[in-house]
């Protein structure tokens, strides 16, 4: 999956699980939990369906690492083209 259409779907869970958030507000400098208030389960829970949307699996410890939406981004992004060239082996 594009990082656009990635961050499509994740901007998607967002406004589901949090409700009210505005599209323009969200960059790839913004928190999840700083700038748009989700707790830890919220944003399990937007991480969890972003990913199942995408087709991918990430570890918690790697998911961890991001400290916003970018970082998170450039992580799901990186599984899902592994997931493809892993498709792709004989």
Do not use: H, W, Y
Request: aromatic share 2%; proline share 1%.
């Amino acid at each position: 999956m594009r990082r656009e259409e990635m961050f499509l779907v994740l901007k998607t869970n967002m406004k589901s699980i949090i409700g009210d958030v505005d599209d323009a507000a969200v960059t790839e400098a913004s928190s999840l939990t700083q700038d748009f208030g989700a707790d830890s389960l919220q944003v399990v829970e937007i991480i969890s369906r972003t990913m199942r949307s995408a087709n991918v699996r990430v570890k918690r410890t790697v998911l961890n690492e991001a400290k916003n939406i970018g970082q998170l981004l450039d992580i799901l992004c990186a599984a899902s083209d592994q997931e493809v060239s892993a498709r792709r082996l004989p």
